[in-house]
């Protein structure tokens, strides 16, 4: 994900058994994490001639964030389970980890998870049997650390291992097909999270930080995060309440309104389509002469006001968002009779408006007039686009017809593309649902040849496959599937990309600005609708 730098402050570690597949992996997402610009501890690469192993196992077991390279191997070595106690003993392990279970591991079943009991319960009882056999115990203090080291992961290793089972930590396959992205993704949104919580709370930035400022940090923040909790809860608790009020007035004034303006006039014409009629008839006027001003005649009142045919314009579509297009018919339309024995015949060529008599106009002269009308109102709807778009056009210049409004279907082929995507927003754990559709951005348009598909910034829907609040500082989770991008013609087009899945302690936010990267398009033909 880019956007996201992590503060150099923090502390990011590897914790591994050396030799095997765990190797090669471990190499992999060090170089990984070191072109992202993550800046990574490792033994092999940081534990210095003569310096304290202990000691660098401890500092890892109070480490910002911890990558967790879990193999056979790993739940077999005292070095990497002293690791893991450490880091289960300073709190917030389940925030802090980021494990990679390869696949020879086998935990997943309650069984399996007693093997490791057994195994560690051996070797105790093994080192226990070798001490009683020595006939003096005076010079075995530093074998007594190692009888208390194996009783201690003996007695915690069915708990460790059911927290590593909990976690969904993708199958090697995965991260290394998706070159370790989604490592990369949480371990820098939880490091910035973080950091900006650290700031909040006064933490100093010094690198490692002890065990105390570990344990004090850990305390404000679920303070905090039940404080904030109790009143979101209630809101929660409210609001289908007040959603449900809000549509029953709604109805309820909707169906009065109905009630009340729905009664036809003596013509047999409601009120609600004189205003209608009377509203196209003005825009056809208008459009027709836009230096004339045109009256504003309403049905209920009998009050006339000159104004503009751009306030008229803007008023009008503001309140009527139904105004017939352009290109269609209006066998009901009519013209205003200006006098009580004339209607209006109107010149398209010179803008004049001349008067003729009732018996004049004819089917042939209501015709041409059918005629004019639609091609001028295409040209008024083609004026607002241009004036929308900040073209230099403005509507007494337009000398466009309404053939230019047509359109052609294009057969299109897209190759295979890899598009960037956007957040627009942050997309929270505690204020999604599941099966709720969200919306980001692709950042670059997409063509075949010299015809755009695709805008900049076009749309990318998004679907919610997770979402569990977090109650309480209780485990949330978060999930997010994107589906589709959406072409200028409306199309969508489908998009494959892993799905993104979070599951931790506390509330999970995927933040405004972040990046996906390697979104695929994969090769499609369409057909495009393309204005000519």
Not at 356 to 373: A, D, F, I, V, Y
Request: glycine share 6%; charged share 25%; aromatic share 6%.
């Amino acid at each position: 994900m880019k956007g996201m730098t992590p503060e150099t402050d923090h502390s990011i570690y590897i914790s591994h058994a050396w030799g095997g597949v765990s190797e090669e992996v471990v190499q992999e997402i060090y170089n990984r994490c070191r072109k992202t610009g993550l800046n990574i501890i490792m033994d092999r690469q940081d534990l210095g001639y003569r310096e304290s192993i202990t000691s660098f196992m401890e500092n890892l077991g109070q480490a910002d964030a911890i990558i967790l390279v879990v193999s056979n191997k790993y739940l077999h070595s005292e070095y990497c389970m002293f690791e893991l106690l450490q880091i289960y003993e300073n709190k917030n392990m389940i925030q802090r980890i980021f494990p990679i279970v390869l696949d020879e591991v086998s935990i997943a079943k309650s069984a399996e998870r007693l093997e490791l009991v057994r195994y560690w319960e051996n070797e105790t009882d093994h080192l226990e049997s070798k001490i009683r056999e020595l006939k003096n115990l005076s010079y075995i203090e530093g074998i007594t650390d190692d009888l208390n080291l194996y009783q201690k992961i003996r007695n915690n290793i069915a708990n460790l291992t059911r927290i590593l089972k909990d976690i969904n930590t993708l199958n090697i396959r995965l991260h290394k097909e998706n070159d370790y992205n989604d490592l990369i993704f949480a371990i820098e949104s939880y490091l910035e999270k973080s950091h900006l919580e650290d700031q909040a709370e006064g933490v100093p930035s010094s690198g490692v930080r002890s065990a105390q400022q570990l344990h004090e940090t850990a305390a404000a923040r679920e303070s905090e995060n039940l404080t904030s909790k109790k009143w979101w809860t209630k809101i929660f608790r409210i609001l289908p309440y007040v959603v449900i009020s809000l549509l029953l007035s709604v109805g309820v004034y909707r169906w009065f309104v109905q009630r009340e303006n729905g009664k036809p006039d003596p013509e047999g014409i409601s009120s609600e389509q004189k205003v209608l009629r009377s509203r196209d008839n003005r825009v056809e006027l208008s459009a027709l002469n836009p230096d004339r001003q045109v009256p504003d005649t309403d049905p209920d009142n009998q009050s006339v006001n000159s104004r503009s045919f751009v306030d008229q314009s803007y008023e009008i579509a503001q309140a009527d968002k139904n105004i017939v297009p352009p290109s269609a018919s209006r066998p009901d339309s009519k013209l205003h009779k200006l006098t009580g024995k004339e209607s209006e015949n109107i010149n398209l060529d010179s803008g004049a408006i001349k008067s003729t008599q009732p018996g004049e106009s004819g089917s042939s002269g209501e015709k041409q007039l059918s005629k004019n009308l639609d091609e001028t109102s295409a040209n008024v709807f083609l004026n607002k686009q241009r004036h929308i778009s900040g073209s230099e056009n403005t509507l007494p210049d337009v000398k466009l017809n309404k053939e230019s409004v047509d359109s052609r279907i294009e057969n299109l082929y897209l190759p295979e593309s890899l598009i960037t995507v956007r957040f627009t927003h942050d997309i929270s754990s505690n204020m999604v649902e599941e099966g709720e559709l969200v919306y980001l951005t692709a950042e670059k348009p997409i063509w075949s040849g010299k015809h755009m598909v695709t805008e900049q910034n076009a749309r990318v829907r998004a679907k919610i496959i997770d979402a569990k609040a977090s109650q309480q500082g209780g485990r949330g989770s978060l999930g997010i599937r994107i589906e589709a991008i959406e072409t200028l013609d409306g199309q969508w087009l489908e998009l494959n990309y892993h799905d993104i899945l979070e599951k931790r302690r506390g509330e999970i936010v995927f933040s405004k600005g972040s990046v996906l990267e390697n979104v695929k398009l994969e090769p499609i033909t369409i057909n495009l609708k393309i204005l000519n």
